[in-house]
């Protein structure tokens, strides 16, 4: 079907409504669900929403031991709607030439099982969606790259997208820039691993590895990784490529490429992006202040541990940002909890805070 032919079709599935006080609207906090138990212990400890991907290549983190099967999708969603939680279905990934079929059976999946939302970066994808299953939310997934209100508007128009999930590379006025120009919904990163943007569909990390991360479910995989301890320092090496090298107290992130540090005219540093997490807990009322509608953690490739800590953390945080934003404070078992899981134990406000942006 050509694009030219498509008649957008409006969804009528009701938008979900984030908890509210007095104050304000509290932004949906949305959590990674790489497998049963991880939905479950991200329910339990307060995601209003959870997001998980098939065992294929039509979610971004298709790799083993992640990810739903029917059999375990049908009770994920059975226990997150008991507890009146929703459950969106990352269908994320580009379809590759010859397959599409494959990705128009995890959109029929995720609508005939119940899933609340498709979360879609391909727009051939959104057509079929928006086409078979008119009733199905869409979200423009993070890998859609939309950093700015055109791009959002044209989705909205041409395939019915009810939420965008904003790349990790925008201050928080241009965030707000966005939310004051459309009416979909929009949806930022509050804790996990960065991206310098590409958002799966990077080539230095394909060229070092052979293997794509929007097929294979991760930018670093871990038969690539390398690790090579000597007495003072430790080099680390992505499938033979050097790429950081660390004292022997240093903190070490895992590795990925854009988080190595590289010789730039004679100076040597992380150039691309830093081998840290993003923690927005500073900055929650301004996020809240200005519209956001949802607050996402990256993580399905994490553990369950780690969901908890940072739903806990999260859950609590934005509640007390919401309930009293001119007294909020991040308190110390706040920083403590969230600084266990990130990477090399360090975190940034990343984009967020770049004034020279």
């Known amino acids: 079907m ?83 939680r929703q459950v969106l ?27 609340d939302a498709v ?41 019915g997208i009810r939420r965008a999930v904003l790349p990790r590379v925008l201050t928080i006025d241009q965030v707000q820039h966005v939310i004051e120009n459309t009416d979909v919904e929009i949806e930022v990163f509050g ?24 097929m294979q479910g991760v930018c670093s995989p871990a038969k690539a990784v390398r690790w090579e301890q000597l ?34 005219n004679d100076e040597t540093y992380y150039a691309l992006e830093e081998p840290t997490s993003l923690n927005v807990l500073e900055v929650l009322p301004q996020l809240i202040k200005i519209g956001v509608a949802a607050v996402k953690v990256e993580g399905r490739q994490r553990s369950p541990m780690y969901t908890a800590q940072v739903t806990r953390t999260l859950r609590q945080a934005l509640d007390a940002a919401a309930a009293d934003p001119a007294h909020y404070r991040v308190t110390p078992a706040w920083d403590a909890a969230l600084g266990k899981v990130s990477e090399g134990s360090q975190s940034t406000l990343g984009a967020y805070n770049r004034p020279w942006k």
């Not at 409006?10 to 138990?37: D, Y």
């Open 2 to 84: 050509l694009f030219d032919d498509f008649q957008p079709t409006h969804h009528t599935k009701p938008a979900a409504q984030p908890q509210s006080t007095e104050r304000g609207r509290i932004p949906e906090l949305v959590c990674p669900a790489g497998n049963l138990p991880a939905l479950k212990t991200a329910v339990d400890n307060g995601a209003d929403t959870v997001y998980m991907g098939l065992k294929d290549a039509t979610n971004a983190r298709n790799f083993p031991g992640l990810n739903f099967d029917q059999k375990s999708i049908i009770e994920g969603i059975r226990y997150a709607h008991d507890r009146g």
């Open 89 to 115: 279905m990352a269908i994320n990934t580009y379809a590759q030439a010859g397959q599409v079929e494959r990705w128009r059976r995890a959109i029929d999946t995720a609508a005939d099982l119940g899933a």
């Open 119 to 159: 979360i879609v970066a391909d727009p051939a994808v959104m057509a079929y969606a928006c086409e078979k299953h008119p009733n199905l939310r869409l979200h423009m997934s993070v890998q859609g790259s939309a950093t700015n209100y055109e791009a959002i508007n044209l989705m909205k128009d041409l395939f």
């Open 191 to 214: 804790f996990g691993s960065l991206c310098v943007m590409v958002e799966g569909r990077c080539i230095l990390s394909s060229y070092a590895t052979g293997e794509s991360p929007n």
């Open 231 to 264: 007495p003072d320092k430790m080099n680390v090496r992505l499938n033979q490529v050097m790429i950081d090298q660390f004292n022997k107290d240093e903190p070490a992130g895992y590795p990925t490429l854009c988080k190595g540090r590289f010789e730039v």
